[in-house]
């Protein structure tokens, strides 16, 4: 699947931060529940491959790999399960590996000449990084309006700011880990917790559906922004802001 395909289906990829690899299943259930089924687990724990293979088994999942920087990532990545791999930017060693791999790559970009580099080389799906240090004003200037590029903006999004990208016509979906803040993703402790996350004990009420979206800068409705059934209850203190 193409990553414009794949970022088109939810307004938010969670970027995951996991310690430990016995969350991934549940917080996997619980986020594709939730309707955040495109999930980037980053390589920045020793535990991530480990959480990639879980997750991946996940019903209606889609898991990328995040902080992807070599080919030997590219690779690792791939023989754990990653359907797409993101990077903060872009090597040459890196998009080779990607492409002899053949798995879709998210690459970083901050800069018009970054993007056009990258959609010389055919890419048309971009992460813009860092996207708050970098200005949401930057991704919806015209010179980054090219034809036919869209763009994932990620680094420092918050649920205050993510409306604001998602409202640009030019960005199909965000990233961001406030969804998944790293102190609670591990294995809940105490009275009535095993050594994984409770799965909850009903299903998200239908009243319980939000919305999470924009209206355009042009006044349209994102088209892409899609109806997010909240998580269930017992999952929000994980999945603690902005939905
Ligand atoms: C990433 O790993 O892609 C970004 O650094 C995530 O940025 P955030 O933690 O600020 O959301």
């Keep these: 699947m193409k990553l414009q395909e794949i970022c088109a289906q939810v307004p938010v990829i969670p970027v995951l931060v996991i310690k430990h690899a016995i969350i991934a299943r549940p917080l996997a259930e619980a986020l594709v529940e939730g309707g955040l089924h495109v999930l980037e687990v980053t390589l920045r724990t020793p535990a991530a491959l480990e959480v990639i293979s879980a997750m991946s088994e996940v019903p209606g999942s889609i898991v990328g790999a995040g902080t992807v920087l070599t080919p030997a990532d590219v690779r690792a990545v791939k023989d754990a399960g990653a359907r797409f791999a993101v990077s903060p930017g872009a090597t040459d060693s890196l998009l080779a590996a990607a492409q002899e791999a053949n798995l879709p790559l998210l690459p970083g970009a901050a800069t018009v000449s970054e993007v056009m580099k ?7 799906m971009l992460k813009f990084f860092p996207a708050e240090a970098a200005g949401a004003s ?13 763009f994932c903006p990620t680094g420092g999004i918050s649920a205050d700011t993510f409306g604001h990208y998602l409202a640009l016509p030019n960005v199909l979906c965000v ?9 609670n993703c591990k294995p ?6 095993g050594t ?15 919305t999470i979206g924009a209206t355009r800068n042009d006044g349209k409705q994102n088209s892409l922004i899609r109806p997010c059934a909240r998580p269930p209850a017992i ?7 902005g939905l």
């Design 235 to 241: 999952v929000l203190p994980v999945l603690q802001a």
């Design 118 to 124: 990258l959609m010389a080389l055919g890419y048309d």
């Design 188 to 193: 809940m402790t105490g009275r009535g917790s």
């Design 175 to 183: 990233g961001g880990s406030w969804i998944t803040p790293t102190t």
């Design 138 to 150: 930057r991704c919806s200037s015209p010179s980054m309006a090219l034809p036919d590029v869209r």
């Design 196 to 210: 994984s996350p409770a799965r909850p004990s009903k299903p998200p009420h239908s009243s319980d559906r939000a």
